[in-house]
Nanobody
Framework: QVQLVESGGGLVQAGDSLTLSCVDS????????TGWFRQAPGQEREFVAG????????YYADSQKGRIDISCDNAKKTVNLQMNGLKPEDTAVYLC??????????????????WGQGTQVTVSS
């Protein structure tokens, strides 16, 4: 069973960069489409970026294009999210998720069946 663990969050200043990582700690040896989402207090879970099971297709929320990059290393079973030019409004818990049923993934959180606990990103002005 896949067990996702996110890391790389922290407190940064506006304009800084961060790279978040999502790893399958159970090391099941299988690959799945992965999505990154974020959730701020009192807000709905928001899609950030997604990548297909074999890492050949990446897609982004329109609001994030040009500032983020999603990539994966299937040998390490890791999906990374690089975020540049961070803004205070990027402050949120960032979560990764996988879907066992959709090869490319989805922008909708309801299509993901396994979630990590999240990592906090706080951007100060």
């Amino acid at each position: 069973q896949v067990q996702l663990v996110e890391s790389g969050g922290g407190l940064v200043q506006a304009g800084d960069s961060l790279t978040l990582s999502c790893v399958d700690s159970a090391r099941t040896g299988r690959t799945y489409a992965t999505g990154w989402f974020r959730q701020a207090p009192g807000q709905e879970r928001e899609f950030v970026a997604g990548i297909s099971a074999e890492c050949e297709t990446q897609y982004y929320a329109d609001s994030q294009k040009g500032r983020i990059d999603i990539s994966c290393d299937n040998a390490k079973k890791t999906v990374n999210l690089q975020m540049n030019g961070l803004k205070p409004e990027d402050t949120a818990v960032y979560l990764c998720a996988v879907t066992h049923t959709m090869y490319t993934g989805s922008r909708h959180p309801g299509n993901y069946d396994t979630w990590g606990q999240g990592t906090q990103v706080t951007v100060s002005s």
